[in-house]
């Protein structure tokens, strides 16, 4: 084994060739007198060290950890991979410390590749990773998102994500992501680790999602029903932000849960169902329980086209609504949505359906409809109110410059019984729900039925 080097190698390269090196020979600044073993090179250097590793095309084999305080760059040729034995971070980096991963190689990860050595401590640490692919072995993230700023690229992500507490800011820029096991973004307690002072001294915490080589990532979902990204940080909107800028080829399983934060997400869908029962859910669900104190999520579907529907072409019969919404929190959708194909044993679903189970607290799902809704199946309608267990929710929804239709009825929304929409205005319901009122809403506008608000835009009530 080589000897340490001695004195601080500020800016020096240390080349390593798992074929052509030399562990007893090697000297940093040679390309002639390479390590052989990226193991070795990184416990005779030291991480305390200012350097560059170069590693030569092959696989790098990493069995240990290492703690990062200052900055390491590691530059990456083609046809070299990265290969990580370790369960925990391979790299614990220090506050204010950064670890650079750049060139046209490949990570395998079995564990977490990066994280923060000391979360807690108000300066966040850095990583940046590009590179060509990264592939998953085992349990764990490419970069925890606890305390730190990062930036990954990469034209491909398999079975990897990002799964921390704390605040973060983050760029992904990726071509292809695809998981069957794996929780893509879970953020689960922006207030740990000192997520409000990183606030005061950072600004928003931030997670951007988007193509590497073109505008929107393609993200693929193997059956898993779980959630895949989602949110429960307990803080006001405006400090969490999720950029989806995506393309989605989804079977089964719950994906979105977007439980606290501000989300736009940017992108078509297709949400697969296999003939599995159970499987039959939504892909967007909001869930999860928030007292009225200002924390409920703001999402916004701003552009693309989300189709859902059982798989026919192979005799399916699972079938869902595209979107459950079971909490407060104000939801836009303004792109074009389409659910085909009738569950054989439930009969037609709606795309979106709103049927509050919060029962603590009091809020408002204020839900605005400013698209394209098409059921092509059945005899029910895009949108549907169903009766609640929270006799203290408010329902509020605004259908702006919409179209809403349906293969063999009247567009409605439903409540028990229906209310017509008549798409051609902006209309605004405003619902304390009651559960013991079982007449159902107005088939003609100009009445006001019981503890429902009705304003036709342009003329009034």
Not at 243 to 262: H, I, K, M, V
């Amino acid at each position: 084994v080589a000897a340490p080097a001695t004195g601080p190698l500020f800016n020096q390269t240390i080349y390593v060739d798992p074929f052509y090196g030399d562990d007893a020979t090697a000297i940093p600044d040679s390309q002639t007198l390479k390590y052989k073993n990226i193991d070795t090179a990184l416990s005779a250097l030291g991480a305390s060290f200012d350097y560059t590793i170069h590693l030569f095309p092959g696989n790098h084999i990493i069995n240990s950890a290492y703690a990062l305080t200052n900055e390491l760059k590691i530059y990456m040729e083609p046809f070299s991979k990265i290969v990580t034995n370790t369960a925990g971070p391979t790299f614990s980096i220090s506050p204010s410390a950064r670890l650079y991963v750049r060139g046209n190689g490949e990570i395998d990860c079995q564990g977490t590749f990066a994280a923060n050595s000391s979360p807690s401590d108000p300066i966040p640490a850095e990583c940046h990773i590009q590179v060509k692919a990264i592939n998953s072995s085992g349990a764990g993230s490419v970069i925890e998102p606890t305390s730190m700023i990062f930036t990954v690229e990469a034209d491909s992500i398999n079975d990897r994500g990002f799964q921390g507490s704390g605040w973060c800011k983050g760029n992904i820029k990726c071509d292809f992501w695809q998981t069957s096991s794996s929780k893509l973004i879970h953020l689960s307690d922006f207030t740990a680790e000192n997520g409000e002072t990183k606030f005061d001294n950072y600004g928003q915490q931030q997670i951007i999602v988007k193509g590497r080589n073109r505008e929107r990532c393609l993200i693929y979902n193997a059956i898993q029903a779980t959630d895949s990204i989602y949110t429960e940080l307990g803080v006001e909107p405006h400090k969490t932000y999720i950029e989806l800028n995506a393309d989605f080829d989804s079977t089964d399983g719950f994906f979105l849960n977007p439980g606290r934060g501000t989300w736009v997400f940017n992108g078509n869908l297709v949400h697969r169902k296999t003939d599995t029962a159970g499987n039959e859910v939504p892909w967007l669900w909001h869930t999860q329980q928030i007292l009225s104190d200002g924390t409920a999520p703001i999402f916004h579907h701003k552009s693309g086209t989300w189709i859902s529907g059982r798989n026919v072409l192979f005799g399916g019969s699972q079938n869902n609504e595209i979107v459950s919404l079971r909490s407060f929190g104000s939801f836009t959708f303004s792109g074009s949505y389409k659910n085909s194909g009738a569950n054989t044993g439930a009969g037609a679903w709606p795309i979106i359906q709103l049927s509050n189970q919060n029962t603590e607290g009091s809020g408002i799902t204020n839900l605005i409809l400013d698209g394209e809704f098409t059921n092509d199946a059945g005899s029910i309608s895009p949108i549907q109110i169903v009766d609640t267990t929270n006799p203290t929710h408010e329902y509020k929804l605004s259908v702006k410059n919409c179209i809403i239709t349906i293969k063999s009825v009247i567009p409605t929304i439903s409540s028990n019984v229906p209310m017509f929409i008549y798409v051609y205005h902006s209309l605004v319901m405003s619902q304390n729900y009651d559960p013991l009122i079982t007449d159902g809403m107005s088939e003609d506008r100009t009445m006001i039925d019981s503890n429902v608000e009705v304003i036709i835009e342009g003329y009034g009530v």
